[in-house]
């Protein structure tokens, strides 16, 4: 008899369907109600005991576990799915003579039948089915081409306002149909979060929404922390279902989805064009993007007679909202610099309401989008407020351009310090030169220095730093571990620095010296080096004497550090300037090195490059594994690899110079033999 089946597992299971049920409960409230009941230590505690518990005893976790949220599972390939009933599109219009034509031939059709309609938003994201049997989650598939659709069943777990089980009473079988948004509070978020790792950020809330459902790995789905919104309720036995639209959404509310509440019942046409006149105007205030109305048939026993055509029903219809868009003149166009030195064209416009907000200020993004757009002084420019919530201009008024205008001529100087700009071969910006006597850049870079995911020194704000630079006390990032007491009491011109704030200020730069080296490393401001950028190389190389010491070929091999960003790397640590900066910090007492930096292990001295989707792990987790095991993970291939680890799918090109460079290729079996034999 093995250990396990000698247990007496049955309080375990307990224990964790407990557990489930809690976590359950608490998402419910929060996600579906608005309400936490517990301090999200307390939930995240609860939350690592399942967890833990399900790594134990892995026989008695559930498909279902509210664990499944923060995903972790890797999906190698989206197996296209057939729909058991086809999701039609909506026949869409921009013309309200269009609604009034389909609501009097819907009124011809029906004859004399009493009826009503819904009106409900039209949201801005992805359109996907969800099957559940039993009150079960069984299966989630994206619409596709309306017939057939991809299934990211893994990913949509991860989803918090799609139940994985249902509450109270629930039909047998049905399918649950809705769209996956990405709320605007946390796009923005993940937008910012990716500027400061140095890549693209995302277009739009739906083109993001699109892309993290096909992300393989589920875990990075859960980060983006999207919102399903249910609007269908459909099943293969009709008469199980509300036979209106209204009580079938009611229905869902109950059984734990998040419907939303500006759906609104409408009697005719007036109570339509209010509904749109509404939303027209209000749709700004929501925390997520719409561009539109769906009217529906409310009856449902009505949609046969009113049937289909080739395309859509037509029991239902969606108006669209134009983008909107309105022309204001340009008054000038400032040139902003920010710490990297990069400059940017932004238009200053005539005060236009536009949105639900008064826009001044629109980027004209660089050089190139003010020739492409063809900008002449004094123009009335179009701003548009689309799926985006940025305005933007899109174009140019030309009935409105005066006679003679001349086109505008990008500066060629610094705006701040009057060096001559430059252009890096192959980018589209352009940037001053004067990194150190450039205010701006200082500035920017100060700020850089102690935000919160860099050296943290929360009392060292834009203000106080501006103050501390006009003092003369502080021009770069290692002045501010020389700052003494007595220089800062009574600082400004009303004194705004006092005892106990110069105590409090001069307590915070002190506990940034324990900030660790990876976070200094970001906190330094090299260019293209984000939060994720500088932890990969820090852990790479260990310490800082090593990292500036490490030629462009060798900062090349870190993974997912390209050519520009290692010219950038050897570039800031071969000038005298910020070595000197980097030495004063280094005495200031700031962390240089790290404790993983001395990790040791049986891939101790081994370099591997990672391709593909495996079976036990997934790509960061087979990551993770090889740092833990002392060996190094690096994002391109070259003579220094010791394996190319391959797994599904892996790619041609790095499989081609793998065998080029004569650099074995292992596969995820070999690699976990690797670690065997080496231990032993």
């Known amino acids: 008899m093995d250990l396990f089946s000698a247990i007496d597992t049955e309080p375990i299971r307990q224990k964790m369907e ?88 819907t009124r011809k059709l029906l004859d004399g039948t009493a009826f009503s309609y819904t009106c409900e938003l039209k949201y801005d994201g992805v359109a996907i089915g969800l099957t559940y049997r039993h009150g079960r989650l069984v299966q989630a598939v994206t619409r596709g081409n309306g017939t057939v659709g991809d299934d990211i069943t893994l990913n949509a777990k991860t989803i918090p306002t799609i139940p994985l089980r249902l ?25 910012l979060q990716r500027e400061a790792d140095s890549l693209e950020p995302f277009a739009n809330p739906r083109n993001a929404a699109s892309g993290s459902l096909k992300l393989q790995d589920s875990a990075e789905c859960a980060k983006r922390k999207l919102m399903f919104c249910m609007y269908f309720l459909m099943g293969p036995d009709e008469a199980l279902l509300p036979d209106t639209h209204f009580g079938r959404l009611d229905w869902a509310r109950q059984m734990g989805f998040k419907v939303q509440p500006y759906i609104q019942e409408c009697r005719d046409i007036n ?43 037509r029991w239902a219809i969606a108006y669209k909202f134009k983008a909107e868009r309105v022309s204001t003149p340009l008054q000038s166009i400032s040139y902003q610099v920010g710490r990297t030195g990069k400059v940017t064209p932004v238009a200053n416009l005539q005060p236009v309401w536009l949105g639900g907000t008064t826009v001044r200020r629109a980027t004209l993004v660089n050089a190139d989008f003010i020739q492409k757009m063809d900008i002449h002084i004094g123009d009335h420019l179009f701003i548009e407020k689309g799926g985006e919530i940025i305005p933007k201009v899109v174009g140019v008024d030309l009935d409105q351009r005066l006679p003679g205008s001349m086109p505008v001529a990008y500066v060629q100087r610094c705006p701040e310090c009057g060096t001559p700009l430059l252009r890096v071969e192959g980018e589209a910006a352009h940037y001053c030169p004067n990194t150190d ?64 704030s110069a105590d409090n200020l001069l ?47 060798e900062l090349a091999q870190v993974e997912d550090v390209g050519e520009v960003t290692a010219q950038a790397v050897n570039q800031w640590f071969a000038d005298p300037v910020h070595q000197t900066i980097v030495q004063r910090l280094r005495a200031a007492g700031l962390q240089m090195s ?60 790095k499989r081609r110079k793998a065998e080029s460079l004569g650099v074995p290729i292992i596969s995820e079996t070999e690699y976990q033999k690797l670690i065997v034999e080496a231990e032993s």
């Open 271 to 313: 109570d339509i064009k209010a509904f749109i006149d509404h939303w027209d105007r209000a749709r700004w205030d929501l925390p997520f993007g719409i561009d539109g109305i769906v009217i529906k048939v409310n009856q449902t026993p009505l949609w046969d007679r009113l049937g289909l055509t080739a395309k859509s029903p």
């Open 167 to 191: 509450r109270g009473d629930y039909p047998d079988d049905f399918e649950a149909r809705g769209e996956v948004v990405y709320p605007f509070e946390a796009f923005n978020a993940m937008n």
């Open 437 to 500: 006597g450039c205010h701006p850049q200082i500035i920017g870079r100060l700020e850089h220095f102690v935000s919160r995911k860099a050296m943290d020194i929360e009392s060292l704000g834009p203000e106080r730093l501006e103050l501390l630079y006009q003092a003369g006390l502080v021009r770069n990032i290692a002045d501010i571990y020389d700052l003494r007491r007595e220089q800062l009491i009574g600082l400004g011109t009303d004194a705004t620095i006092q005892d106990k």
């Open 507 to 553: 307590a915070a730069i002190d506990a940034s010296r324990q900030v660790p080296f990876e976070r200094v490393l970001f906190a330094l401001g090299i260019r293209y080096v984000g939060e994720v950028g500088a932890r990969k190389i820090a852990r790479h190389f260990g310490n800082i004497d090593a990292l500036m010491a490490a030629s462009v070929e």
């Open 18 to 105: 407990q557990l489930a049920e809690q976590l359950d409960r608490l998402n419910y409230e929060y996600y579906m109600n608005d309400r936490s009941l517990v301090s999200d230590q307390e939930f995240d505690a609860m939350l690592r005991q399942l967890q833990d518990l399900e790594q134990q005893y892995p026989e008695l976790a559930s498909p279902l576990s509210p664990t499944k949220r923060v995903g972790g599972e890797v999906n190698k390939a989206f197996r296209q799915v057939s729909h058991r009933f086809p999701m039609l599109s909506l026949g869409n219009t921009y013309s309200i003579e269009e609604i009034e034509d389909f609501e009097a031939r």
């Open 594 to 653: 790290g404790q993983w930096a001395t990790a040791s292990g049986p891939l101790s001295g081994l370099t591997f490059v990672v391709s593909g989707v495996f079976e036990n792990y997934s790509r960061d987790g087979i990551k993770a594994d090889i740092e833990q095991h002392g060996g190094r993970v690096s994002g391109s291939i070259s003579s220094k690899t010791s394996y190319l680890l391959a797994g599904e799918k892996m790619g041609p090109e």
